[in-house]
């Protein structure tokens, strides 16, 4: 299983924003992209229809002004018609006619023009022949098809009065030029390049202000860190003074705790409650009477009975905190022996929380190493034989081998300091945990 890698909330919170605003920004920009280029395609297209039709009138209008000028057949007039605007159209640049085609309803026969140099003209002929004549229902049809790959406007309108006997209609496919086709592209991609600009600006001037926030809730994140953490010392202190001890006990015991932890390669999501823990393990003794918790002597069954309500009572106290309800591993388990002699529940090997078995092994550590007014601190190696001898009983084996290999080290730097400087490492190390634990990557 790989390790895991600790990083600070702040660092988290601002790969995540950096992270999820990119990621944002590209589905807006794509949606919005994708969005502009269908509605801008539709409505080039429309322009180009409509370019189209103002041909297809001009055709007309010009069919019909040489009917009345000449006299001639309306199949007549608009062949003569389509020849002039098809020199005009060449000459414009804005594309051809490379198919027209006109017939009267009722009558047989029609006038067709087909550009037969046009590269596209059987793809053109293929949908004409696809597409009988017809009279549209609104008197037109329009229809923009890609041939080719290529834009086409295929179009339908009535030549002269649809109420006459025999109306007669035009029907024309035109093709726009490549000038026309590109600056249609031109336009298209100019639009939507924009619309990807200003997402991505809106996403850059947004980016400092959510900036800025974060960095405002990291900063109350740190402080309420700050103020759980100094309400913990000063709870394991009031325990310790409730014991007629010192609160060093408890400070020394964290830190064995948080150092044999990392020697088991725990990540911090498992060492902060263990810290929690070994700082609150007696807190249930603030319930316990005053003559059973002071008593000089030996204590008889029933007293004995009475202190070990002392976990039950602990347990209650950090049930009411949520923050301190992950510390329940450690105070309610750190008087359970591996072999199950232990209380409050008499469980064994496995099932006493992991906390709980290494906070044993660690506690009883320091209090051997340490003067108490009824004893004196025992060396190392008496130290070590003792836990050695409970491997199996009282502690798990495991964590007993585990912890004799750091045990030297501990004991020189730590056993039976009192000092300001234990404090401040305590402090230094607890900050780095915290702020690191809660978000751990693969």
Same mark, same amino acid.
């Given at each position: 299983?790989?390790?895991?890698?600790?990083?600070?909330?702040?660092? #988290?919170?601002?790969?995540?924003?950096?992270?999820?605003?990119?990621?944002?920004?590209?589905?807006?920009? #794509?949606?919005?992209?994708?969005?502009?280029?269908?509605?801008?395609?539709?409505?080039?297209?429309?322009?180009?229809?409509?370019?189209?039709?103002?041909? $297809?009138?001009?055709?007309?209008?010009?069919?019909?002004?040489?009917?009345?000028?000449?006299?001639?057949?309306?199949?007549?007039? #608009?062949?003569?018609?389509?020849?002039?605007?098809?020199? $005009?159209?060449?000459?414009?640049?804005?594309?051809?006619?490379?198919?027209?085609?006109?017939?009267?309803?009722? &009558?047989?026969?029609?006038?067709?023009?087909?550009?037969?140099?046009?590269?596209?003209?059987?793809?053109?002929?293929?949908?004409?022949?696809?597409?009988?004549?017809?009279?549209?229902?609104?008197?037109?049809?329009?229809?923009?098809?890609?041939?080719?790959?290529?834009?086409?406007?295929?179009?339908?309108?009535?030549?002269?009065?649809?109420?006459?006997?025999?109306?007669?209609?035009?029907?024309?496919?035109?093709?726009?030029?490549?000038?026309?086709?590109?600056?249609?592209?031109?336009?298209?991609?100019?639009?939507?390049?924009? !619309?990807?600009?200003?997402?991505?600006?809106?996403?850059?001037?947004?980016?400092?202000?959510?900036?800025? &926030?974060?960095?405002?809730?990291?900063?109350?994140?740190?402080?309420?860190?700050?103020?759980?953490?100094?309400?913990?010392?000063?709870?394991?202190?009031?325990?310790?003074?409730? /014991?007629?001890?010192?609160?060093?006990?408890?400070?020394?015991?964290?830190?064995?705790?948080?150092?044999?932890?990392?020697?088991?390669?725990?990540?911090?999501?498992?060492?902060?409650?263990?810290?929690?823990?070994? #700082?609150?393990?007696?807190?249930?003794?603030?319930?316990?009477?005053? /003559?059973?918790?002071?008593?000089?002597?030996?204590?008889?069954?029933?007293?004995?009975?009475?202190?070990?309500?002392?976990?039950?009572?602990?347990?209650?106290?950090?049930?009411?905190?949520?923050?301190?309800?992950?510390?329940?591993?450690?105070?309610?388990?750190?008087?359970?022996?591996?072999?199950?002699?232990?209380?409050?529940?008499?469980?064994?090997?496995?099932?006493?929380?992991?906390?709980?078995?290494?906070?044993?092994?660690?506690?009883?550590?320091?209090?051997?190493?340490?003067?108490?007014?009824?004893?004196?601190?025992?060396?190392?190696?008496?130290?070590?034989?003792?836990?050695?001898?409970?491997?199996?009983?009282?502690?798990?084996?495991?964590?007993? /081998?585990?912890?004799?290999? $750091?045990?030297?080290?501990?004991?020189?730097?730590?056993?039976?300091?009192?000092?300001?400087?234990?404090?401040?490492?305590?402090?230094? !190390?607890?900050?780095?945990?915290?702020?690191?634990?809660?978000?751990?990557?693969?």
């Amino acid at each position: 299983m790989a390790r895991t890698r600790p990083i600070s909330l702040q660092s #988290f919170i601002y790969r995540t924003l950096t992270l999820r605003l990119l990621l944002m920004a590209v589905l807006i920009g #794509f949606f919005a992209g994708a969005g502009v280029y269908f509605s801008e395609q539709r409505n080039l297209t429309a322009q180009v229809v409509e370019e189209t039709r103002t041909e $297809i009138q001009l055709l007309i209008a010009r069919t019909l002004q040489i009917i009345r000028e000449q006299g001639s057949r309306q199949s007549v007039a #608009f062949h003569q018609a389509l020849e002039e605007r098809l020199s $005009i159209a060449a000459k414009s640049g804005r594309g051809e006619f490379v198919y027209v085609n006109f017939y009267q309803v009722g &009558l047989t026969g029609s006038e067709e023009r087909i550009a037969t140099g046009y590269q596209l003209i059987d793809s053109v002929l293929r949908f004409v022949r696809s597409h009988p004549r017809v009279v549209p229902a609104g008197g037109e049809q329009a229809e923009a098809v890609t041939l080719g790959e290529r834009l086409h406007i295929w179009m339908v309108m009535p030549l002269t009065d649809q109420a006459g006997p025999n109306p007669a209609y035009a029907q024309a496919m035109f093709a726009p030029s490549e000038g026309v086709r590109r600056a249609l592209l031109k336009k298209l991609q100019r639009s939507v390049v924009l !619309v990807l600009l200003i997402v991505a600006a809106t996403s850059g001037l947004l980016y400092p202000v959510i900036l800025q &926030l974060v960095r405002k809730l990291t900063l109350f994140s740190h402080s309420l860190l700050d103020a759980n953490l100094g309400t913990l010392s000063l709870l394991a202190s009031a325990i310790a003074k409730r /014991d007629s001890e010192t609160d060093v006990h408890n400070f020394r015991v964290t830190l064995y705790a948080m150092r044999l932890a990392e020697a088991m390669h725990l990540d911090n999501r498992d060492i902060q409650p263990l810290i929690k823990g070994a #700082f609150l393990h007696d807190v249930g003794k603030i319930g316990v009477r005053d /003559d059973i918790l002071l008593k000089p002597g030996r204590l008889d069954a029933r007293e004995f009975a009475r202190m070990q309500e002392h976990v039950r009572y602990g347990l209650d106290i950090i049930g009411g905190s949520q923050w301190l309800a992950d510390a329940a591993d450690v105070v309610g388990g750190h008087h359970e022996k591996f072999d199950g002699s232990g209380y409050p529940e008499g469980r064994a090997g496995e099932a006493i929380p992991l906390a709980a078995r290494i906070f044993a092994v660690v506690d009883v550590f320091d209090a051997l190493t340490s003067k108490r007014p009824y004893k004196e601190p025992l060396p190392l190696e008496k130290t070590l034989a003792l836990l050695r001898q409970g491997r199996g009983s009282q502690f798990d084996p495991a964590i007993v /081998d585990v912890f004799i290999t $750091i045990a030297p080290e501990l004991y020189r730097v730590y056993a039976g300091r009192d000092d300001q400087g234990l404090r401040d490492e305590l402090k230094a !190390v607890m900050a780095r945990v915290f702020s690191q634990g809660e978000i751990v990557l693969d």
